[in-house]
Structure formats: structure tokens, C-alpha cells
Nanobody, 120 residues
């Protein structure tokens, strides 16, 4: 059993920044690759970034210049730093564990999501 709990979402103005956190508990956390996805109303879940336990990363090409994934294994926490936010970034943001892929189907564990709303 792996449990993931996102936090750090909220309401921000366009151009602002947020840092999302994902606290993990359960077996073998430090060995899991972790990912971030988001889902806006009426759209499919979209890949944002992923990171292995050793620090390798992949990003969605369209977001690489604004979003950064990191992890602190001592705290069992993964982060997503989001800068220069735009209204179109409004979505529910999810963390996931168990994959190193842009495909949501590669991941076996998911958090409950945290809402990010960017006002114009």
C-alpha cells in the first residue's frame, strides 16, 4: 500500500507561482519513480513531469520552461514548482507513483488531487 497526499494548491493570479507537495507513505517509496499530471474540466489527464529515485527527469515539452519537479527522499515528499502561471493552467493536479513515463497508465498509485486556479 502506497498513499499519496497532495497539498499546496489554491488560487493565484496570472504570472504568480505555486509549489505543490506530495507526501508519500508506504513501502518502498524511495525506489519509486514519481510523476505529476493535471486534468482540466472536459479534458484528458495530461502529463507534466516525472522523476526517478536517482534524479533523472522528463517533462512535457510545452511546460519544461515553467515547471520543475524535485524530491526530498528524507522527507518522503515530491514537489512541483510552477512559475509564470496562466489561466489555462487551472486544473486538478495529481501526483503518482510507480512509473517513469508520460503515460498515466504506467503509474500504479495516485493521490486525491489538489485544485489550482489561476485568475486572469
Amino acid at each position: 500500500q502506497v498513499r499519496l497526499v497532495e497539498s499546496g494548491g489554491g488560487l493565484v493570479q496570472a504570472g504568480g507561482s505555486l509549489r505543490l507537495s506530495c507526501a508519500a507513505s508506504g513501502r518502498a517509496y524511495s525506489s519509486y519513480a514519481m510523476g505529476w499530471f493535471r486534468q482540466a474540466p472536459g479534458k484528458e489527464r495530461a502529463f507534466l513531469a516525472t522523476m526517478t529515485s536517482g534524479g533523472s527527469t522528463k517533462y512535457a515539452d510545452s511546460l519544461k520552461d515553467r515547471f520543475t519537479i524535485s524530491r526530498d527522499n528524507a522527507k518522503n515528499t515530491v514537489y512541483l514548482q510552477m512559475n509564470s502561471l496562466k489561466p489555462e493552467d487551472t486544473a486538478v493536479y495529481y501526483c503518482a507513483a510507480g512509473g517513469y513515463s508520460s503515460s498515466q497508465y504506467a503509474y500504479g498509485y495516485w493521490g486525491q488531487g489538489t485544485q489550482v486556479t489561476v485568475s486572469s
